[in-house]
C-alpha cells in the first residue's frame, strides 16, 4: 500500500511507522503530582523517543527534563547558558533555568494551577482514570489505535495521515520544469534528488536540508545546529540575492539575531523548504511568496545570502 501525502508518495513501511507515531499504544501525558499519584499503579515505562516528543509536542517541559532538542554548548551563545530548540531550531530557555518558572510567585494565580512537571505513561485504559481537566491540558490531543490493529489499519492510516496533512501546503516539486531544475544543478546539486521527501525520524532540519542541497553530504539526513550553519553562510555564501535566482538563501533571524529558520531558492520562482525538525514536515518545493508568507512570525527579519 502507498499514499500520497502532501504531495508525496509515500510507503507502507512509512505509513506503518506514522501509524506508531501518531497513535501509540502507550502515550505519554503530562501530570500535576497529585493527578500522578491516581495513575502509578497503571502507569508503564516507556522511553521518550524524539519522534513521540514532536508528535505529543513535549518541548522544554519545566521540571521534567524533557527538551525540544539536543542542548547546544554555551559557547556558541555566550550569554544565554545551554540553548534548548523548538520544533522549528527557536531557542526555548536555557537548562540553567528551565526548572524555574517565570511567572512571579506572588503574581494573581501563580499558585492556583499546579504544575505538571510528571511525565507519566498510560495506555488507553489508564488515561480513562484521568480527569477531563487533566486531558484537557496536555499540549496536544491524544488518539489512539483501533482495538483490532489488523482490522482498523485502513482506519489508523487514514487518521495518520490527516494529522500530518493538518496545517501544510502540498508539495509542488512535481511542477518544477526540467529546465529549472537543470539549471539549478550546478548550483544546488541535490537539491532534486532531496525534494518531495519525508525523513525517516525526527531531526533533519531546515539548516541540514539547505546546506545539503548545496552538495554538503549527509546534512540533509542532519539535526543541524546554528553554529555550523552560521559557518557554512559565511564561507559559501555572500551578501544580497535575488529570488528569481537558484541558490538564493533565505535567512530568518530573531530579535536577538539568532538565526531560527532557513530556505533555499531554486529559480524561476520556486523556493525549497523543511519548515520544521520534526518526522511529520517533509522537505517541500512551494513558490517564493508563499514559502516566504509560511515562515513569518513576530520578531523574525529576513535576509538573503548568495551562494558565491
Known sequence: MTATVLGIRVTDAQLAR?????????????????????????????????????????????GTGVYAAEVEPSGDHPDQGDVVRSADGVALRSTSDAA?????????????????TSLIWLDRRGARLLTPE????????????????????????ARAI????????????????EATWRRARSILPEARRIAGRFPARSGPNCFGTVMGAAGVEG???TWMQRAPFERWLQEATIAGGNDENPGTVL??????GAVEHAAITLGD????????QTWSTPVTVLPVRDGINASRAPGRRLERHTIA
Open 18 to 62: 506514522w501509524r506508531g507515531w501518531v497513535m501509540p499504544a502507550v502515550q505519554p501525558f503530562l501530570l500535576t503530582a497529585d493527578e500522578a499519584r491516581v495513575v502509578k499503579r497503571v502507569a508503564r515505562s516507556r522511553r521518550l523517543s524524539p519522534e513521540l516528543r514532536d508528535t505529543f509536542q513535549l518541548y522544554a517541559v519545566p
Open 100 to 116: 524555574s518558572d517565570p511567572t512571579p510567585t506572588d503574581a494573581p494565580g501563580a499558585d492556583d494551577e499546579p504544575e505538571r
Open 134 to 157: 487533566a486531558r484537557a491540558a496536555q499540549p496536544t490531543k491524544h488518539r489512539w489505535p483501533g482495538k483490532h490493529p489488523e482490522r482498523s489499519r485502513e482506519r489508523d492510516t
Open 162 to 177: 490527516r494529522w500530518v496533512e493538518d496545517g501544510w501546503p502540498a508539495s509542488q516539486h512535481s511542477e518544477v520544469s
Open 219 to 221: 546534512a540533509e539526513s
Open 251 to 256: 535567512v530568518w533571524r530573531g530579535a536577538d
Open 269 to 276: 520562482g520556486w523556493l525549497l523548504n523543511k519548515p520544521a
